[in-house]
């Protein structure tokens, strides 16, 4: 996925009231828009450098959005929103070889009246719900975790890929890190320990759990390669 306008390079300042971060450009203070709700665990010591996009919509109260952060000379992708751009890139590129084959892919898709997953894919009879999940925290060298907070919403989406793999479908999740300097990853049960129980069900009851982590640049974000789960 590649930004469709040069970023501009800052320094962080600090996040408050979760969405906004005060960045400093140039020696000019701004206020932009943080695009995740997680913790962002790690990711915003004072004076890390950052990236941020600017948009001409006039009907945007803030007009700039923190994309990248440079946490120990690795980028990290914060924008949560890409995180299906991301992936669907890749699975229309093929770049993800366990979904190589699929050619009807559908995001956003409607599993039931209160559920949706990220994407659906379709082969002859083999029928897919993948779930996409972005992972930025690592605490540990070389592994990235996943939740940096607790997730109810992330328990509930693990409980309705065993229910649709109960109902015959396959199910996968897929957890994307938005880092490169990570080769392992694993659930913070410490965080969340009932995200984990939940993990672990849906590994026992067959749904798929893939991970890969990304390539970065101030250009662009895309999927590198796929991640041991420990």
Known sequence: MKFTDNLILGVLIKRYKRFFVDVK?????????????????????????????????????????LELINVKDNLVGVNTIFAN???????????????????????????????????????????????????????KKNVAEFPDAITSRGTKHLMKLIEAKKEGYESCILYLIQREDCSQFKIADNIDIEYKKAFIEAKKKGVKILCYNCKLSPQEIKVNKLVKIL
């Not at 000019?28 to 010591?45: E, R, V, W």
């Open 25 to 65: 450009v140039n020696n000019q203070i701004i206020t932009a828009h943080c695009p995740n709700s997680g913790s962002m665990l790690g990711l915003l010591d004072e004076n890390n450098k950052i990236w941020i996009s600017q948009s001409n919509n006039p009907k945007r109260k803030l007009k700039f959005t």
């Open 85 to 139: 751009k991301i992936v669907l890139e890749a699975l229309t590129n093929k770049t993800i070889k366990e979904f190589s084959k699929f050619e009807n892919i559908k995001t956003e898709a409607v599993y039931n009246t209160n559920t949706r997953f990220d994407f659906f894919l379709k082969k002859n009879d083999r029928k897919v719900f993948l779930e996409v999940k972005n992972v930025t925290l690592s605490i």
